[in-house]
């Protein structure tokens, strides 16, 4: 158990995201661009394969040199590494997390998961070890912070278990990058994680710049926000001042050469292969192959037109003001 912490406290959601500094490609060199984003693995497929447990696929995907995503969440004193807010799809037990202990015989600590090989549910503690060893010190992930978190009594918890690893302070804490939805986790993070690099993640680019922009790193966005000419103008932006783009989540080899041609800095994708043979095809011709993809399909989509990105904009924006309450600005918030 983690010392410190009130045990009768319950569940909160944090999405951690898993990417090297290095590609097993080598230097990637194109005539379009000097190099050519990472690779970063989606929640969906890790989870269909591994079913929310700690395996040897983890090792074998980052040793790719690209990303492993997966979720995180907390019941009583422990941080779970889980994917859904549920337990039913991936495991032999029912309900919510939230309303789940995790010690005692009915507690978490003695499910399985449904698929083969059946396995418990792996900590954050045991991920962050794992992130300790030698052979995945390459690594670096981002905490995709849930709004339905208690911010103050999340961070806490990380903080614990990060501080306890050896060689902490050069070893683990320049690699963890806190990726937030809302601004209300923004004064908090620079409090109880001060560390942590920070990313703002959302479809909306005024919230981004309005709330996010002086108090984050990198931007991670979803790949229609970024197709309008708002999108472009942002994606100008933020490359100007030298902050990050991430975009997400691109399956198609069309939207990744897209992207490409964007120059973001990390691909996130439920199809991780299909972008690393991509990118392996871009870096031996680049004109050749991205000459395959064009981009009508930016025009012929739907979905990346105007109005729908501002439904969705809007969509996200109720929801999280329903979850966690009105937008504020940082300095007011921490007032």
């Known amino acids: 158990m983690t010392p410190g912490l009130n045990g009768s406290m319950r569940t909160s959601a944090v999405l951690i995201s898993l990417f090297t500094t290095a590609s097993p490609l080598g230097t990637l060199v194109s005539m379009a661009m000097d190099r050519l984003p990472r690779a970063r693995m989606s929640l969906g497929t890790f989870f269909e394969r591994s079913e929310s447990s700690v395996s040897d696929d983890k090792a074998r995907i980052w040793s790719w040199g690209e990303t492993t995503e997966f979720n995180n969440r907390q019941s009583d004193d422990v941080v779970l590494m889980f994917h859904d807010p549920w337990l039913n799809r991936t495991t032999n037990g029912k309900g919510y997390i939230k309303n789940q202990p995790w010690h005692g015989a009915d507690g978490m600590e003695n499910l399985r998961t449904v698929k083969e090989p059946k396995q418990s549910i792996p900590t954050f503690t045991e991920t962050v070890q794992l992130l300790m060893k030698p052979e995945n010190l390459h690594v670096k992930f981002n905490v995709d912070v849930k709004v339905q978190n208690d911010p103050v009594r999340l961070f806490s918890l990380m903080h614990q278990i990060i501080s306890a690893q050896p060689d902490w302070e050069t070893k683990l804490a320049p690699r963890i990058l806190l990726g937030m939805w809302h601004p209300i986790f923004l004064p908090h993070a620079k409090e109880l994680l001060p560390y942590c690099a920070r990313s703002y993640i959302g479809f909306n680019l005024w919230n981004a710049r309005r709330y996010f922009w002086d108090s984050v790193d990198t931007f991670s966005m979803s790949f229609g926000s970024m197709t309008t000419a708002a999108g472009e103008e942002f994606r100008k932006e933020v490359q100007a001042v030298g902050k990050k783009l991430m975009v997400w989540t691109v399956n198609e080899p069309v939207c990744m050469v897209e992207a490409v041609r964007w120059k973001v800095d990390v691909i996130l994708t439920d199809v991780p292969q299909t ?61």
């Not at 739907?302 to 929801?319: A, D, K």
Request: net charge neutral; glycine share 4%; no cysteine.
């Open 275 to 335: 972008w690393i043979d991509l990118r392996e095809a871009l870096t031996v011709d680049y004109d050749k192959t991205s000459a395959q993809y064009g981009r009508t399909f930016l025009w012929s989509t739907w979905r990346y037109y105007p109005p729908f990105q501002i439904f969705i904009r809007t969509l996200e924006y109720q929801w999280l003001h329903y979850a966690k309450g009105p937008f504020i600005l940082p300095d007011a918030a921490a007032a």
